[in-house]
T-cell receptor, first 114, second 114 residues
Framework: GESVGLHLPTLSVQEGDNSIINCAYS??????FIWYKQESGKGPQFIID?????DKRQGQRVTVLLNKTVKHLSLQIAATQPGDSAVYFC?????????????FGKGTKLSVIP | DSGVTQTPKHLITATGQRVTLRCSPR?????VYWYQQSLDQGLQFLIQ???????AKGNILERFSAQQFPDLHSELNLSSLELGDSALYFC?????????????FGQGTRLTVV
């Protein structure tokens, strides 16, 4: 079946460097995407979202890029900090308006080296 | 703190038993979502309730059921438990369940079936 997946299961970056986490999706009907951060022992925490009518969206230190042609999503974290260490999930809303039924990717573990 | 409260935090039970997980959404949120997170399946959407009514169903087993009460808290009932049901169960809530709203996750209930 269609699913959301991640290219890299682990990513180690030096503190202060930029991080890029990638995600491939296969459901061409999805039009809403979200990145979540999950720290150990906690629930997923919303980071940023993007709709399919956009290519880029920026938040505080984070940027999400969407390439619908190749069905690719990425999360860029600027000036990565130790507090950014976590598992990052991309998710897509496959149900359309009226629901928040998300399909999650497997996750990428980001480790920040001090 | 997301404002979503889940109890209990940990639960250990034997195969064949039945358990109830409880979720209190953020104040004012009408939608509640249940997700299961296991090592091999990742985060899987189970079911959504909106203002007391079932709104969407995902990969929820027939042995599992849920409901949302008039005060908007929700319970997830898991019966005839199997070893494979061991997982983290997350509840999330959002104001109205539409695509323009962010869902906030609780800290989860860790269920261990022995």
């Amino acid at each position: 079946g269609e699913s959301v997946g991640l290219h890299l299961p682990t990513l180690s970056v030096q503190e202060g460097d930029n991080s890029i986490i990638n995600c491939a999706y296969s459901n061409s009907a999805s039009d809403y995407f979200i990145w979540y951060k999950q720290e150990s022992g906690k629930g997923p925490q919303f980071i940023i979202d993007i709709r399919s009518n956009m290519d880029k969206r920026q938040g505080q230190r984070v940027t999400v890029l969407l390439n619908k042609t190749v069905k690719h999503l990425s999360l860029q974290i600027a000036a990565t900090q130790p507090g950014d260490s976590a598992v990052y999930f991309c998710a897509e809303n496959t149900s359309g308006a009226g629901s928040y039924q998300l399909t999650f990717g497997k996750g990428t573990k980001l480790s920040v080296i001090p | 703190d997301s404002g979503v409260t889940q109890t209990p935090k940990h639960l250990i039970t034997a195969t064949g038993q039945r358990v109830t997980l409880r979720c209190s959404p953020r104040s004012g949120d009408l939608s509640v979502y249940w997700y299961q997170q296991s090592l091999d399946q990742g985060l899987q959407f189970l079911i959504q309730y909106y203002n007391g009514e079932e709104r969407a169903k995902g990969n929820i087993l027939e042995r599992f059921s849920a409901q949302q009460f008039p005060d908007l808290h929700s319970e997830l009932n898991l019966s005839s438990l199997e070893l494979g049901d061991s997982a983290l169960y997350f509840c999330a809530s959002s104001p109205d369940g539409g695509m323009n709203t962010e869902a906030f996750f609780g800290q989860g209930t860790r269920l261990t079936v022995v």
